[in-house]
């Protein structure tokens, strides 16, 4: 697929995919999400993946749906929003879940809607100072989606939900890292470099293990603490058989740094 709106790229087991649309902050069209499922597909399939990072060229990080987009011009009769939610968001949120490979969201700016979401949606999110959270939706009618009712109590707590998504108040970086929405917040000159040596690091740890992390830790709130100490245990089992785990102890007895392969 020839990429019109993102920008993709994968060296030394980093992949790297910029949403490329800075005039509109970003903002996802129909096409857009569209090469982002690509690249995705991309990211599932190449086993020298080992990290994914996602951030915006420009300004701005994603200012969510593009208003304008065809797809979401009201004409004659008014479009069914829910259809595209269905359509891209939700498939878009549970591609990034099932990822094989950890997930870095790099916020060098405004993340307003379902950008917003998609942040929280990676595992980490790291923000320049300057950039800043938006539950926008409010301020156009809508409810959030993208799993920011899902991520966003999670996180911050009810009551900072609730208000973050009501009042529609951009929640600057440094506040969002003080409350537990996003892992970090550096200097906007040091994002990039930042979040290199953090991705070069997540690219030489066990992959396995830390998928399996992300899932035991979403699945946590939807079980009770017997079925989740069946799902620790079920990982156990699996990653006990892995060659990094072999590799991880091999490494501790002979007092050397690990080579982890992600197998
Ligand atoms: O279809 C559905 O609705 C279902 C899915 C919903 C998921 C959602 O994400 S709903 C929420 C959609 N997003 C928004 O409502 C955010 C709208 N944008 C803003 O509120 C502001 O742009 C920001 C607070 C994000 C940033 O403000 P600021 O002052 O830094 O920038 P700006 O001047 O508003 O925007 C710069 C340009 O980007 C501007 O274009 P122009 O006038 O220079 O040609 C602006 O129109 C454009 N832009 C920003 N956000 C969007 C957008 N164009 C289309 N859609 C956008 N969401």
């Known amino acids: 697929m020839n990429y019109q709106n993102i920008l993709f790229a994968a060296a030394q087991g980093v992949a790297r995919l910029t949403l490329n649309r800075p ?14 499922a690509d690249a995705l597909a991309k990211v599932q399939s190449d086993k020298s993946i080992r990290v994914l ?9 994603c200012a969510g ?12 009769t008014a479009p069914d929003i829910g259809d595209v939610v269905e359509k891209y968001y939700k498939p ?20 307003a809607g379902a950008g917003a979401s998609l942040a929280l949606a990676c595992d980490l999110a790291i923000a320049g100072k300057s950039a800043s959270f938006l539950q926008a939706f409010s301020k156009i009618g809508l409810s959030p989606d993208t799993g920011a009712t899902w991520f966003l109590p999670q996180r911050v707590g009810m009551a900072r939900a609730l208000g973050l998504a009501m009042l529609a108040d951009k929640l ?10 996003i892992w970090q917040v550096v200097d906007d000159d040091a994002l990039a470099a930042t ?7 997540l690219a030489g740890m066990p992959t ?34 892995s060659h990094d785990y072999a590799e991880g102890v091999a490494a501790f007895m002979e007092k050397r740094p690990p080579h982890f392969t992600g197998d």
Do not use: C, Y
């Not at 005039?23 to 982002?36: C, I, P, R, W, Y």
């Not at 600057?172 to 929405?181: N, Q, S």
């Not at 979040?195 to 690091?201: E, G, N, T």
């Open 208 to 241: 396995k293990a830390l998928v399996r992390t992300r899932q035991a830790m979403h699945a946590a709130p939807n079980h009770t603490l017997e079925q989740q100490l069946s799902m620790e245990a079920g990982f156990m089992r699996e990653l006990g058989w």
């Open 195 to 201: 979040v290199d040596a953090l991705a070069k690091q």
């Open 92 to 111: 878009l949120v549970l591609r990034l879940q099932n990822l094989r490979v950890p997930t870095v969201a790099m916020v060098n700016g405004v993340a």
């Open 65 to 76: 749906q593009d208003l304008a987009d065809p797809e979401m011009v009201m004409g004659d």
């Open 172 to 181: 600057p970086a440094e506040k969002a890292a003080e409350w537990g929405l």
């Open 53 to 61: 990072v996602i951030n915006g060229a420009g300004r701005g990080f």
């Open 23 to 36: 005039d509109k902050l970003n903002s996802f069209t129909g096409a857009m999400h569209g090469e982002v």
